[in-house]
């Protein structure tokens, strides 16, 4: 720890990572149903093409290919959150 850094800079630092965490995408909650919602609101959306031939789904925004809903989720919720910082 760095004793020249005032404690109310220690204190900032740490709220300000605190916010930046609480703001991050958490996928650990998505279960294959509620992928399965998420997936059909994506499609609504026009941002995912069920691609039923290939027996995959396409996440239009990047290009990517998907035989998961849950895989595509979290690559969506990620793919968000590093387009938003």
Do not use: K
């Amino acid at each position: 720890m760095d004793d020249t850094i005032p404690d109310y800079e220690w204190f900032e630092r740490r709220q300000i990572a605190q916010d930046q965490d609480n703001r991050r995408v958490q996928t650990v909650d998505v279960d294959e149903s509620r992928a399965r919602r998420i997936v059909q609101e994506l499609i609504d959306a026009d941002v995912v093409v069920a691609m039923p031939e290939d027996q995959c789904l396409v996440h239009l925004l990047s290009g990517e290919h998907f035989d998961s809903d849950t895989a595509l989720v979290h690559f969506h919720r990620g793919w968000e959150a590093g387009t938003a910082e």
